[in-house]
């Protein structure tokens, strides 16, 4: 059997979505399946250009900002599209805060990105906004809107969801990506944490 690599990784401001990968990524490779399947789970951050190509897999995240992603992501998801159409692949926000969730609404490019990448679901998981981690201008909007303050993290629901794309993948026969198409491995795996795998039919949204 040929080892899976699934890469999580996402484009962070303020640290909350860095984290949020990581999470994901540890709780792939904690889940009973990935021993057995040989998935392997890397969080790597979008600023450091990972290379898609050497995974079988990637979840693709960003914090939202005034109702968009963050550049990075938008940027690596355009500029490896081709590759990522070959591959299944999840997306996640990190956005809305409180309770009720604030602002309700997916952010603006999802849905292209969706299309433009063919991934398999989008999940908004909420995120942290902290004002000591914001910049001037950052903290007087924040104000102004009223946003509600603090870690809203759902650690819950991340597990769960990794446990999903986890299921989809095992059974799931993905065709290897041929070893000479895949690079150096584990050149993107210095922050390494977790595997996942997955099953055509099950799908994780
Ligand atoms: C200035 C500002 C604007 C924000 N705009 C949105 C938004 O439009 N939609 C949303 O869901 N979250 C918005 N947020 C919340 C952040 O996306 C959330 O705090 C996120 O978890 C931050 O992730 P990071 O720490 O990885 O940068 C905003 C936060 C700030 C500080």
């Known amino acids: 059997m040929n080892t899976q690599r699934v890469l999580v990784t996402a484009a962070s401001k303020h ?5 949020i990968a990581d999470a994901l990524a540890r ?3 904690e889940h009973p399946e990935a021993v057995p399947a040989e998935l392997v789970a890397a969080s790597v951050p979008v600023e450091r250009g990972p290379d898609p190509r050497t995974y079988d897999a ?3 995240g960003s ?4 109702g968009s992603w963050r550049e990075e992501a938008r940027h690596f998801a355009t500029e490896h599209a081709a590759t990522l159409r ?4 999840w997306l996640f926000s990190s956005g809305p805060i409180g309770d009720p969730p604030f602002p309700p609404d997916e952010p603006h490019d999802v849905a292209a990105l969706t299309h433009l990448i063919g991934a398999r679901g989008h999940r908004i998981l909420p995120g942290r906004l902290e004002k000591n981690r914001l910049t001037f201008p950052e903290r007087a909007m924040v104000t102004a809107m009223r946003a509600p303050v603090g870690d809203f993290r759902d650690w819950g629901l991340v597990r769960v969801w990794a446990d ?3 299921a989809a993948l095992v059974g799931e026969v993905v065709p290897t ?3 000479a198409d895949r690079g150096p491995a584990g050149a993107d795996a210095r922050r390494d944490s977790g595997y996942g795998v997955q099953e055509h039919g099950r799908q994780a949204t």
């Open 15 to 19: 640290g909350a979505t860095h984290e």
């Open 177 to 179: 990506t041929p070893r």
């Open 63 to 66: 914090a939202v900002y005034a």
């Open 164 to 166: 999903a794309i986890v």
């Open 86 to 89: 070959q591959r299944p692949v």
């Open 27 to 29: 709780r792939m490779q």
């Open 58 to 60: 990637v979840v693709l």
